[in-house]
Every structure is written in C-alpha cells, then in structure tokens.
C-alpha cells in the first residue's frame, strides 16, 4: 500500500489507525489536516451520514483487516477457524489469529516501526522462528516459538544494538504475552493473546456479527 493509500484509509474509517507509524503521531499525518473521507472538494467538511447496523459491522471489518494487512480471503479463512468455537472462544480466536501473525509480532517488538514496514522485513528475510529464517508474513506463531533476528541482519537498520533509551521503549510496548531479551534481540511468545489484552481500535464483536448473516 503507498503512503497515499494509507492516509486515505485512515480518512475513509474516519479515524487514524497508525499504519505509517511515528508519522501518525506528528503534524505531517494528513488525518489532521483532512480527517473527512475521501472524495472531491465539495464533500470536504460535510458531516458523515449515520451508518446502520450493517455498515458499522462492516467498517469494524475493514478497520481490522487494514490495521493488520490482511486479505479478505485470507481474513475469511480466520473467520472461519473462530466461528469453528463457541461462544467467546469465537472472538478470542480471530484476536489470537490477528496477533500472532509473524508480521503483527516483529511490529510489537518494536523491530519496525509500522506493521507495513514489518511485513517488508519478513519478506525480505530479516526474520527467523526457533532458528530458521521465515519468510511469510501471515506466518502463525505458537506458545514456545523463539522469534529472532537473522545473523546477517543483526547490524543493519532497525537491528542495530538498541541503547539504554530503547530498552526501555520496548520493555513499557511490548505486550504481556511476548517475553522479550533485548540483549539477545529475541523473544518468546509465552501465552496465547488474550482479548482482555487489545489495544486495537475495532469492535471484534461486530467483525462476527458480520460474517454470522
């Protein structure tokens, strides 16, 4: 996705989701010179038209799948392994599901600074699980896997040894259920994410109600 395309995904949620992260965070982020949706000049400024049940389900949807990346066929592929559950397990899964992608992972280290970024990373290799170099994204994580740095990427860019400052960055945002050795530069995912964890801005509930028509 072009940077362009990011803050008009942001404008047409009508919220920020922190796709291109420190800009979000900075008076660059074109979300707060234009926070309406997308569209010619003369829809600029106009209030957003109450959306029905429907549209809030779907728009829950695509604020998800926009947050961590994903396509809708494989997004209806973890839909499908949560509805698989009952009851809370439903939502719980599709949660674990989206966090446990390798990708989402790297970015909650702090190794990227974006989740775009992160899956450029794994693409391009910089990235091993219990030792081997992984390659995929949407790779799924488990309870005891070693998330590492691979050895000729250990001085390049983001890898760099991390001074005191970073530490402990990474040690107040990364999530309880990743144990992380900045010394080693790995982690360990300890348990499986639990919902009571999300920071995420997305009704879950929705994303379920939506697919459950």
């Given at each position: 996705?072009?940077?362009?395309?990011?803050?008009?995904?942001?404008?047409?949620?009508?919220?920020?989701l922190?796709?291109?992260?420190?800009?979000?965070?900075?008076?660059?982020?074109?979300?707060?010179?234009r926070?309406?949706?997308p569209?010619?000049a003369?829809?600029?400024?106009?209030?957003?038209?109450p959306?029905?049940?429907?549209?809030i389900?779907?728009a829950?949807?695509?604020?998800?799948?926009?947050?961590?990346?994903?396509?809708?066929t494989?997004?209806v592929?973890?839909?499908?392994?949560?509805?698989?559950?009952?009851?809370?397990?439903?939502?719980?899964t599709?949660?674990?599901?989206?966090?446990?992608r390798?990708?989402n992972?790297?970015f909650?280290?702090?190794?990227?600074?974006?989740?775009?970024?992160a899956?450029?990373?794994?693409?391009?290799?910089?990235?091993?699980?219990?030792?081997r170099?992984v390659?995929?994204?949407s790779?799924?994580?488990?309870?005891?896997d070693?998330i590492?740095?691979?050895?000729g990427?250990v001085?390049?860019?983001p890898f760099?040894?991390p001074?005191?400052?970073?530490?402990?960055k990474?040690?107040s945002?990364?999530?309880?259920?990743?144990?992380f050795?900045?010394?080693k530069?790995?982690a360990?995912?300890?348990t499986?994410?639990?919902?009571?964890?999300?920071d995420?801005?997305f009704?879950?509930?929705?994303?379920?109600?939506?697919?459950?028509?």
């Amino acid at each position: 996705m072009t940077s362009h395309g990011t803050c008009r995904t942001c404008r047409g949620a009508g919220e920020k989701l922190f796709l291109k992260g420190e800009k979000c965070f900075s008076p660059k982020c074109v979300f707060n010179k234009r926070p309406t949706g997308p569209g010619n000049a003369s829809s600029l400024g106009k209030r957003r038209a109450p959306k029905s049940e429907y549209g809030i389900q779907l728009a829950e949807k695509q604020k998800a799948r926009n947050i961590y990346g994903v396509g809708e066929t494989q997004f209806v592929r973890y839909i499908k392994e949560a509805t698989s559950k009952k009851g809370s397990l439903a939502t719980a899964t599709l949660y674990a599901n989206l966090e446990t992608r390798l990708d989402n992972v790297v970015f909650r280290l702090g190794f990227a600074k974006s989740r775009p970024m992160a899956r450029q990373l794994v693409s391009h290799g910089h990235t091993t699980v219990n030792g081997r170099k992984v390659t995929v994204p949407s790779y799924r994580l488990h309870v005891g896997d070693i998330i590492g740095i691979r050895p000729g990427s250990v001085e390049k860019g983001p890898f760099r040894e991390p001074n005191e400052e970073d530490h402990k960055k990474k040690d107040s945002s990364v999530p309880s259920w990743l144990f992380f050795n900045p010394d080693k530069r790995e982690a360990e995912v300890k348990t499986t994410p639990q919902l009571k964890d999300k920071d995420a801005s997305f009704d879950i509930t929705a994303i379920m109600e939506f697919y459950s028509r």
